[in-house]
């Protein structure tokens, strides 16, 4: 979607930093809502999975506050986890604009995968990989609706976050 830079300064947090320009823009002129989904998710999603080495998580909710619009340049999104650590966790991220000011907030819920999966398979085929753990999920009862293939970054991302 964007080119975006991917730190996970400590176990629990991680920082992405991302250009927008016009092309992410709705018809209203500011950054489209789903941008803000896609880096608040990403930035909570690697904070909580920071924290876990065998499993891969999974996205089961995410609950969002738009609170301004974002204009074209450099965004960050900062995610920190909050809680749990067995098949749940908790983590929040923050949108911060080029002024030091947040636009925007969320709140997600994350669901360990299935055990037996070798986490070095998300590095070497990452969307495949990604699509297994979503059909493991709904195989495991999981609703359709409420878990999906959790949007990472990049190859590069995910081959530094693991270590490959």
Same mark, same amino acid.
């Given at each position: ?7 996970? &300064? ?12 016009? #092309? ?8 489209? #809502? =789903?941008? !803000? ?8 999603? !690697?904070?909580?999975? /920071?924290?876990? /080495? ?6 089961? /909710?995410?609950?969002?506050?738009? =609170?301004?619009?974002?204009? &074209? ?15 749940? !966790?908790?983590?929040?991220? /923050? ?47 999981? &609703?359709?609706?409420?878990?999906? &293939?959790?949007?990472?970054? #990049? ?10």
């Amino acid at each position: 979607m964007f080119r975006s830079d991917l730190l996970i &300064p400590a176990a629990g947090h991680s920082v992405i930093d991302f250009e927008v320009d016009e #092309g992410a823009f709705h018809a209203a002129g500011a950054v489209h #809502g =789903t941008v !803000y989904f896609k880096m608040l998710d990403d930035a909570a999603f !690697y904070a909580a999975n /920071s924290l876990v /080495s065998d499993r891969f998580l999974l996205t089961t /909710s995410f609950n969002l506050l738009f =609170t301004r619009p974002i204009g &074209p340049g450099r965004i960050r999104a900062e995610g920190r986890w909050i809680s749990g650590k067995r098949r749940v !966790y908790v983590a929040e991220a /923050s949108l911060i604009d080029s002024d030091g000011e947040e636009v925007g907030r969320g709140t997600g819920t994350f669901m360990r995968s299935r055990p037996g999966g070798d986490p070095a398979r998300f590095a070497a085929a990452p969307q495949d990989a990604e699509l297994d753990v979503y059909r493991d999920a709904i195989a495991d009862g999981a &609703p359709h609706g409420a878990v999906r &293939p959790v949007a990472i970054l #990049g190859i590069d991302a995910r081959q530094e976050l693991l270590g490959v």
